[in-house]
């Protein structure tokens, strides 16, 4: 089993930026697709962001697009999650997740999940 670690959630300004990291340990063969997710109060948990093993496909839900870069390092099996631009509708906690093969956006598709941190866009 892979264990995930997010960080870099926190409070800020509409406009602002935020950087959420996502180290992964044990199992890190698990982890040939790694996405982030939110869920808000109320609302079920939803698909944000994904990359490919090699970083050469990434994937976007629409409302983030042009806002959210993900990336990774894979030397530091790390996931990065560059949000820009966050609006007071991006607030939610944030996850990070991990799987190994095909699968779609849906949350049952990933198998390894972090614990969350949680963002807050204040306005």
């Known amino acids: 089993q892979v264990q995930l670690v997010e960080s870099g959630g926190g409070l800020v300004q509409a406009g602002g930026s935020l950087r959420l990291s996502c180290v992964a340990s044990?199992?890190?063969?698990?982890?040939?697709?790694m996405g982030w997710f939110r869920q808000a109060p109320g609302k079920e948990r939803e698909f944000v962001a994904a990359i490919s093993w090699s970083g050469g496909s990434a994937y976007y839900e629409d409302s983030v697009k042009g806002r959210f870069t993900i990336s990774r390092d894979n030397a530091k099996n790390t996931a990065y999650l560059q949000m820009n631009s966050l609006k007071p509708e991006d607030t939610a906690v944030y996850y990070c997740?991990?799987?190994?093969?095909?699968?779609?956006?849906?949350?049952?598709?990933?198998?390894?999940w972090g614990q969350g941190t949680q963002v807050t866009v204040s306005s």
């Open positions: 044990g199992r890190t063969f698990s982890t040939s697709v």
């Open positions: 997740a991990a799987r190994r093969g095909y699968g779609s956006t849906l949350p049952a598709d990933f198998n390894s």
